[in-house]
């Protein structure tokens, strides 16, 4: 175990890009010592969860080092389940993660993390029948039996209800070594970690902060302020040694060599100027259109699928949803509300009826249903076909999706792009049922108080899952329907 201020992770001069010449992280340098525990922020997209994969040595920088001592072990919680692990059983999982095929007392270990994590499964589960809030414990946990010197936390707290979080904070700030934490839960953050490293979107570089995510905001403001002053006032200085330098070439050759000197002087000036940073910008605001031509009447549900005394039992419960009715659904983390929504939008259960011809425009939990394979741009179309291609662009332009953005696939964006991507196609969808499952998780903090207000201003029948009360509160609810209370 490393000593107290011993230099646990070490950048220095880093620069990588996945597809050239699209730079990522452009010079980064910052060390972080041993025991501290941090906080990474940036825009979506930054490239945050790129520095856990540099720190884990899955990528390598282009140029640069980044530098861990040998003796250090290091275990990251995923921001998502991957893929390849959804098969495995808990058992399976756990071994692939301790890197331990035969131990003795692997058993052992697994129900000690699970019990720190609060959940109580059959070692034989399938990974992919768990819950999101499930999937997150799981994700944890898989990182806390390696037992780690570093730990390396991705956005650990989408899907996980309030108390969940609390726990999590008590657990963290208990915890005897070092921690860096990737999240956009202010509250969650400022509750434990020392300090912060902010990644800036535009100049691509890595700054350190002390104080907290609050803080950080208003300093990096305050930065860029000065900054644009800074640069404002070489403009002005450049411009007035040019227009001086017209004028004496203008007046015979003997003044010829001074306005030539004035000239590099100015060209000197401009290259004082810093590295034009903007702050990092929101999303614009939008409007989820609604579909035309169909009834007041859009959604019924009769009756509910519940667990009770470890049997199914169908409760009655007569819902409808009409134009603009707003549901909120609710249910404790164990419980299977994406199931519930995956087979309520199937149209194939006899519980639920949803009128014919009624467009759905459904966010999933894990972005399910974009097919991975697209590139954005192909994934975007098929919601927006008869769009001109200026409008279509525009339009992806309002949720920061850029040309370079539309041209990858849907498997290499990060998190939060998908979440901007789903909320785009939503717009060009004009659905008559908009149904949200957890639309937060992941998304940077500045977008999501426009998000609220395009919802709550939708104007057909909506169904909404969030574990984030504020985000909530923040919307018209007309209906509540919770799965706990039947
Ligand atoms: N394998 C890849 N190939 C090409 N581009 C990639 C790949 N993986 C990530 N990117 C791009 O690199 C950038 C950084 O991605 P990264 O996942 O590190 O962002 P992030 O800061 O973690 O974002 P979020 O807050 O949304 O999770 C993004 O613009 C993303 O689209
Ligand atoms: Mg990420």
Redesign the pocket.
Known sequence: MASNNETVIKFSSVFFE??HP?L?LEDVTFNVRAWKKITIM??????????F?LITKEIEPKIGKVHTPDSSTIAIAF?VMPVEDKELTVQQYFKKYKKALEEENIDKEISEVLRAVNLKTDLEKIIDKFSGGQQARLLLAAALIQKPDILLL??PTNNLDKDWIYHLEDFLKEYKNTVLV?S?DAEFLNSFTDWVLY?DVHTKIVEQYVWNYYDVIEQVSKKIEKENMHNARMKKEAQDKMDQANVFAHKGWKLRAVAKKMKSDAEALKENMWDKRREDKAIAPFTIEIQENIGWEILKIDTIWVVENNEMTQKPVWKILRKDSHMLLSAPNWMWKSTFLNALTSGKVEWCTIWENVKIGYYTQDFHNMNFENTVYEELRKSGPWLTEQEFRSQAARFLIDWE?MK??V?????????LVAFCALVFQKPGLLILDEPTN?I?FRHIPIIAEALNNYKWAMILVSHVDEFVWSIRMDEYLDLDQL
């Open positions: 996945y597809v699209k990522i940036g825009q979506n997209g930054a490239g945050k969860s790129t520095i994969k921001q991705d956005e990737i956009h990644l953005l990858a696939q498997w290499h964006i990060s998190e939060g792009q998908k979440g992941h940077n």
